[in-house]
């Protein structure tokens, strides 16, 4: 399969990702979708489920928005046509989406957010708008016209009245209309419309990235979880002061030298990173198992032929550093050493762990003690 159009990945990183669109008409061949209308409908119903329903004309008030979960009853009242339901972690709850990941794995796991799913009946669409992630627009089933281009910020003009953001001046600078297979690329700030041209659902695959307030404000709270963030500064060293009220610059230098002192903890860094970026996004899917097996228990699945895979709300990621590797499941950090270390790469590759390189690590009771646990708190599972 070609889905970048004859593109590599490291030419569509090079030329493409976050620098200008890209449509790829059929990047997945005789696609069709794993889930209707029905069943998104269905899932939007559901608590835990994250869902919304996009109107661009509710009563008179412009592009408003409903969110879920929905009673059955709500899609009785919605009209004929211009409305959208959207599903959120679509990926989470349909193994079929979720395997679509693996077509995207050159883009790092740690920026993957979620696949989302748009159903629309004709006319249907949430508005001119742009996004702050990295898209891959997939056309899973009818078409939609989508109009796209120019680069939109804050300051871009707004439709008033609307709890979206939906953009009121913007025109794009081209239009293209995709069908089952095709594929629309958008980076971040790129504007973008899609008008469904008939019975349509759209696949959102999406990534992300932290903003500074994220990075800020999780990375201390992490330093200030640890034991010594109760710590007082001290000054021995105390001198009289002209007067009592000034704020003495080597106080300043002194603060500035603490906190920086925090910041530059690397290896901190990387632990919280990793944690933060695999947590999961909905913790009704990555769920403790019903029932946890032993380490016996776990040996005899994989040595008899069971295929392990990620949960598909699962996020893994390692990061190496000097004589260790962190693996991180689900939030969770595992610290490996010596001969251990290659079993984090072998789990993150991709959502089906290769059983026969695995082989080689589950001799190891401590290593078959972190695979028994990792599926006992339900990041992996055999298929
Ligand atoms: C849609 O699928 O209708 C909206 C997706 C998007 O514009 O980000
Ligand atoms: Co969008």
Not at 122 to 141: C, I, M
Not at 178 to 206: F, K, N, Q, R, W
Not at 217 to 234: E, I, V
Request: proline share 7%; net charge negative; aromatic share 10%.
């Amino acid at each position: 399969m070609d889905m970048l159009g004859g593109r590599s990945p490291s030419d569509f990183l090079r030329d493409y990702w976050q620098k200008k669109p890209l449509v790829i008409h059929q990047a997945f061949p005789g696609f069709t979708c794993p889930v209707d209308a029905d069943e998104l409908a269905g899932l939007s119903c559901e608590e835990g489920v994250e869902s919304r329903i996009v109107i661009e004309n509710d009563g008179g008030k412009p592009w408003q928005l409903h969110n879920g979960p929905f009673s059955e009853e709500r899609f009785s009242l919605l009209p004929e046509q211009d409305w959208t339901l959207l599903v959120q972690g679509l990926d989470h709850w349909v193994p079929e989406i979720a395997d679509l990941l693996e077509h995207f794995r050159f883009v790092p796991n740690w920026r993957l957010d979620d696949i989302m799913a748009s159903y629309a009946p004709t006319g249907g669409s949430v508005g001119p708008h742009y996004d702050q992630y990295d898209v891959f627009l997939l056309q899973a089933q009818g078409r939609r016209r989508w109009t796209f281009g120019g680069h939109c910020d804050q300051n871009s003009p707004r439709v008033e009245g609307t709890p979206l953001r939906i953009l009121s001046t913007w025109q794009g600078e081209e239009t293209v209309t995709l069908e089952p297979g095709d594929m629309l690329y958008l980076p971040p700030g790129t504007g973008h419309h899609g008008v469904a041209e008939d019975d349509c659902i759209t696949l959102s695959i999406g990534f992300r990235t932290p903003t500074i307030d994220d990075l800020l404000t999780g990375f201390t709270d992490y330093l200030c979880s640890r034991s010594d963030a109760a710590n007082h500064l001290n000054d021995p060293d105390l001198q009289v002061q002209d007067n009592p009220g000034t704020i003495a610059p080597g106080v300043i230098d002194r603060l500035q030298a603490v906190l920086a002192e925090k910041l530059e903890d690397k290896r901190s860094l990387a632990l919280w990173f990793g944690q933060y970026a695999t947590t999961p996004k909905s913790l009704d899917v990555v769920v403790p198992a019903a029932e946890p097996i032993s380490n016996d228990e776990f040996a005899t699945a994989a040595r008899s032929g069971g295929q392990l895979r990620w949960n598909e709300g699962s996020r893994f990621a390692y990061h190496e550093e000097g004589d260790e590797t962190a693996l991180f499941a689900d939030g969770e950090p595992f610290l490996l050493k010596g001969d251990a270390r290659p079993l984090a790469p072998l789990l993150c590759a991709g959502a089906r762990i290769d059983m026969s390189a695995l082989a080689g690590f589950t001799d190891d009771p401590a290593l078959l003690g972190l695979l028994t646990t990792l599926h006992n708190q339900g990041s992996v599972y055999f298929e």
